[in-house]
C-alpha cells in the first residue's frame, strides 16, 4: 500500500520536529519546510525531506501546490511574543500572510490535503473564566501574537465552509520538552534548565503563584498524528474544528521551579523579581472535547516530562561544550 504523505512547516524547530518523527514512525513520507530561522538542522529527521524556505515565499507554496500531501501540519510561525507586540506588522507578516500563501496553494492545487494549524490556547481565552478555558470561551488575546493566530483560526473556519477545505486548529499550552528553546510560550522551562546547570539562581517574576498549563512535546506530536487520520464533523465556524491540547492541570512558577531543582539535584535559590505587566494570573485548557473527539489524552505528567526535558538540556550542553 502507498504511504500517506505529510508537509510539515517549522519540521526544524522544537515542536515541529517532533511531530515529524511521529509522522514517519506513523509511515507517512515526510516533507519538511523551514526556513531555518529559530529552527535548526541538526533538528530534522534524516528520513524527511527538507526544502529551506520561507513560507511567505513562492517556493513554499509550489511545495504544497506540487506535493498532494495528505497532510500539512503547519507550525512555522514567528513565536516570540514579545517581538509581536515590538513589530506587530512582521508578526502578522509571517503568522497570517504566510498561512495564506500555503491556504491559497492548498484551495488553488491541492485542496484534499487536511490542515493542522498550531494555534495556541494560553495566548489566545482571556480571563473572563475561571481556568480550565473550554474551547468556546470568549477570545481575548493580550498580543499580537494570539490576535495573529486567531486571525488565522477565521481563516481556516472561512476555507472550511465556503472552500470544503479540511481544516483542524490544535490550540496548545505551554509546551515544553527536549530541543524547546527560550524564546517560546514555556520559554520558562528551557531558562530554568540552563540556569540549574549553570548552578545559579532561578528568577521568579512576581510571586511565583502564577499558573500554566504545560504540556509534553512528545504529547502535542501525538495530538498531531491523531488529528491527521481521524473522522471529524464538518467543518464549521470558529471552533467547531479547534481542540485545546494541555492537560487541565494548572502548574506554579514556584512548582515548576521545585521540580526541576528536584530534577537536577539542585539547591538553587529562588529570586524574586516585580511581576510583567499584562501577565495573565492563571491559564489551563480544558482537555475533554480532545479526549472525546480526537481520542487523545496526555500521557506525560509535569514530573516525568521536566525530569526528561533537564536529561535533554544537560546532555545538549555537554555536547555543545565538548
Ligand atoms: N512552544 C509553545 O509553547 C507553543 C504554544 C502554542 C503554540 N505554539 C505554536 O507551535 C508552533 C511551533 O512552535 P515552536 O515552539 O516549536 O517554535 P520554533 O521556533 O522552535 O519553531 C518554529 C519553526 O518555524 C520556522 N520558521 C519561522 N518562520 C518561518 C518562515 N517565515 N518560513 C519558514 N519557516 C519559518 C523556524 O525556523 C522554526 O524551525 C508555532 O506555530 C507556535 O506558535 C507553540
Known amino acids: 500500500m502507498e504511504s500517506k504523505s505529510a508537509l510539515v512547516t517549522g519540521g526544524a524547530g522544537f515542536i515541529g520536529s517532533h511531530v515529524a518523527d511521529r509522522l514517519l514512525a506513523a509511515g507517512y513520507a515526510v516533507t519538511i519546510i523551514d526556513n531555518l530561522s529559530s529552527g535548526r538542522r541538526e533538528n530534522l529527521p534524516a528520513a524527511a525531506r527538507f526544502v529551506e524556505a520561507d513560507i511567505t515565499s513562492p517556493e513554499a507554496a509550489a511545495v ?53 494549524f498550531s494555534s495556541t490556547g494560553g495566548a489566545l481565552y482571556g480571563s473572563f473564566a ?15 501574537y494570539g490576535i495573529a493566530k486567531l486571525a488565522v483560526e477565521y481563516y481556516l473556519a472561512y476555507y472550511g ?21 527560550p524564546h517560546g510560550e514555556a520559554g520558562v522551562v528551557a531558562i530554568f534548565c540552563n540556569r540549574l546547570i549553570d548552578g545559579r539562581a532561578l528568577t521568579v517574576y512576581g510571586d511565583g503563584t502564577q499558573t500554566r498549563d504545560y504540556v509534553y512535546a512528545g504529547d502535542v506530536a501525538a495530538a498531531n498524528v491523531l488529528a491527521a487520520s481521524v473522522t471529524l464533523p464538518e467543518p ?46 492563571r491559564s489551563a485548557l480544558d482537555v475533554s472535547k480532545s479526549k472525546g473527539e480526537l481520542g487523545w489524552t496526555p500521557s506525560v505528567s509535569i ?18 561544550r565538548a
Open 161 to 181: 465552509r465556503v472552500h470544503g477545505i479540511d481544516t483542524v486548529a490544535l490550540r496548545y499550552g505551554n509546551v515544553y520538552g527536549p530541543r524547546q528553546d
Open 64 to 116: 504544497v501546490r506540487d506535493g498532494g500531501f495528505d497532510v500539512m501540519c503547519h507550525l512555522a510561525a514567528q513565536i516570540d511574543v514579545r517581538r509581536s507586540v515590538e513589530d506587530p506588522a512582521f508578526d502578522a507578516h509571517v503568522n497570517i500572510l504566510g498561512t495564506l500563501n500555503l491556504m491559497e496553494a492548498i484551495r488553488t492545487a491541492s485542496p484534499h490535503t487536511r490542515v493542522i
Open 130 to 144: 475561571e481556568p480550565p478555558s473550554g474551547e468556546l470561551v470568549p477570545k481575548d488575546p493580550e498580543a499580537p
Open 236 to 281: 464549521g465556524r470558529l471552533d467547531a474544528r479547534a481542540f485545546n491540547i494541555g492537560t487541565g492541570v494548572e502548574t506554579s512558577v514556584n512548582a515548576l521551579a521545585e521540580s526541576l531543582k528536584r530534577a537536577a539535584g539542585s539547591t538553587s535559590a529562588l529570586e524574586y523579581a516585580p511581576a510583567r505587566a499584562g501577565e495573565l494570573q
Open 303 to 320: 514530573d516525568d516530562g521536566l525530569a526528561e526535558t533537564f536529561r535533554w538540556f544537560s546532555a545538549f550542553r555537554a555536547g555543545a
